[in-house]
């Protein structure tokens, strides 16, 4: 039985914000530990302070109490150890496909292996033959996926996903989300996806945690054992998809009649 | 393809329509003998006199004299500007120290400062080159100020995220997301420059085309002032043309399309 190793600790974690006079509680008393490989998946309705989470993990905004552990060391600023992918794929529109995902590099990294990094990254998110694009010339997919490529480029030991697929369209978000799960089996990196969609959290995830909304708390937290890729109309897959969404629905408003959903 | 000819042809037609009946109903008005050839010179007329101009050489010779001026000052402003723009947008002390003194001096119009120049520096080329770079300096600086402060923090975040150091934010990120509004300000500020040489040679100067525009309104030749005001403003034209060009080249990332 292999050893398995936490990676991220949240310990005790809570935001406030200060807005006017007053203060918001947006995230309340969260604690995780995520394993080393690991796919979660953080869902909850909109502002619930999923994406706040994220923040606070990449230490873009600090946590109001508790705090945050990567590999054992306190969060304090952004590192290359966590790499981030945002909802715009967050493209600089002056540089190609290829100058983008460059841009991804911060260690430091001799002219040759840049290129063969560049150009192993470039094929890894399927994007061969557009180099040389600029990111107005791409759709949206593509554009996303330039941005994960840029975010892989650094080889982070963590990925963090803020709705990466909210922007697209249907079928383009499916076609993603496999894509997603062919790099998460091929790099192995322990990934956190925060999400609305539930059935995105259910087809990629080995664990999924459930938010309420404001103050978020942790409602649940559901282990997802079903065999990948998974099929996304089969019993258990919709059995966990309508446990999720009860949660969700009763939370977000007491009054909806849930049952007319399901 | 071919509607898309017709198109062009339609678009050149069309921005060529104004100008072309104001010279039909101009050449009409003088001929009819409605307003007085001392006052405004038949459309005829100011092109042979134009053409007397550009055969003799002296037009090109007061128009070099001109654009060299321009060039001149211009360099130095637009180097200024975004120098201490940059500066400016950059550090939060620089912008504190400079900001005053920029919102007292920048409302003073170019002709206000004519005179002050010409104390200080005479009536040389110093002062005409002053009075440019003064004139082409305000609009590139207030441009890169705009430019650099409205990077989009999204791609600042990203670049923070991937721990970039501060050099690398300035000019990888800043300067190229400003850029655009940089060189909106260098047309701005050219089209100033040419604007300020020739007031300043109506004012005080022995050379260039606003003094033959100046001179020729002296010795009663309307023709001579309407074929040089003529010029200022093809010139003008072509210089916005150019850079536009040169624009849409070099940061053609920028456009839609």
């Known amino acids: 039985m292999e050893q398995k190793q936490i990676q991220l600790t949240i310990q005790n974690v809570s935001k406030k914000f200060r807005i006017d006079k007053g203060t918001i509680s947006v995230l309340e008393n969260i604690s995780l530990e995520i394993e080393k490989g690991e796919f979660i998946s953080i869902v909850g309705t909109s502002g619930c302070g999923k994406s706040t989470l994220l923040k606070m993990i990449i230490g873009l905004d600090p946590p109001t109490e508790g705090q945050i552990r990567i590999d054992g060391r306190e969060v304090v600023k952004p590192t290359i150890d966590c790499g981030m992918v945002f909802q715009e794929a967050r493209l600089f529109p002056w540089l190609t496909v290829r100058e983008n995902i460059e841009f991804g590099i911060t260690r430091p990294v001799s002219g040759g292996e840049k290129d063969q990094l560049v150009q192993k990254h470039i094929e890894l998110v399927g994007l061969k033959g557009f180099e040389k694009a600029l990111p107005k010339q791409l759709s949206g997919g593509m554009q996303q996926r330039v941005s994960i490529a840029r975010a892989l480029v650094n080889h982070p030991d963590i990925l963090l996903l803020d709705e990466p697929f909210g922007a697209l369209d249907a079928l383009t978000r499916i076609n993603m989300q496999n894509e997603v799960l062919k790099l998460w089996e091929h790099e192995k990196k322990t990934m956190v996806l925060v999400t609305h969609d539930i059935d995105e959290a259910v087809f990629l995830s080995d664990r999924i945690i459930v938010l309420s909304s404001r103050p978020g708390q942790i409602m649940d937290r559901i282990e997802v054992t079903l065999p990948r890729p998974r099929e996304r109309s089969s019993d258990e897959f919709l059995k966990i998809r309508s446990k999720i969404f009860k949660y969700l629905m009763t939370n977000a408003d007491e009054s909806v009649n849930i049952d007319q959903y399901l | ?257």
């Open chain 2, 1 to 257: 393809m071919n509607t898309k000819n017709m198109k062009k042809i339609t678009d050149i037609l069309l921005s060529v329509a104004a100008p072309v009946a104001i010279v039909i109903l101009w050449a009409f008005a003088v001929g009819s003998g409605l307003v007085r050839t001392a006052i405004l010179p038949a459309p005829k007329t100011i092109a042979s006199t134009l053409w007397s101009l550009l055969e003799s050489g002296k037009l090109w010779r007061d128009m070099s004299i001109s654009i060299l001026r321009v060039l001149r000052g211009f360099a130095c402003g637009a180097l200024g500007g975004t120098l201490i723009g940059s500066c400016m947008a950059f550090s939060k002390t620089v912008n504190r120290i400079l900001g005053t003194m920029v919102s007292i001096l920048r409302p003073i119009p170019m002709l206000a400062w004519i005179p002050i120049l010409i104390l200080w520096l005479g009536i040389g080329e110093n002062s005409k080159t002053a009075v440019i770079f003064i004139g082409s300096f305000w609009p590139v600086l207030l441009n890169t100020i705009h430019g650099i402060q409205s990077t989009d923090p999204k791609l600042l975040e990203v670049a923070r995220i991937l721990e970039k150091k501060r050099s690398v934010l300035i000019w990888k990120v800043y300067l190229p997301s400003a850029l655009p509004s940089i060189f909106t300000g260098l047309r701005l500020g050219i089209s100033s420059a040419w604007t300020c040489v020739v007031g300043a040679e109506m004012i005080a100067a022995t050379s260039g085309i606003g003094y033959m525009i100046h001179y020729a309104r002296e010795l009663a030749q309307p023709a001579r002032v309407y074929a040089g005001v003529f010029c200022i403003g093809f010139v003008g034209i072509l210089i916005d043309k150019g850079l536009l060009a040169l624009q849409k080249r070099l940061l053609s990332w920028s456009y839609t399309e």
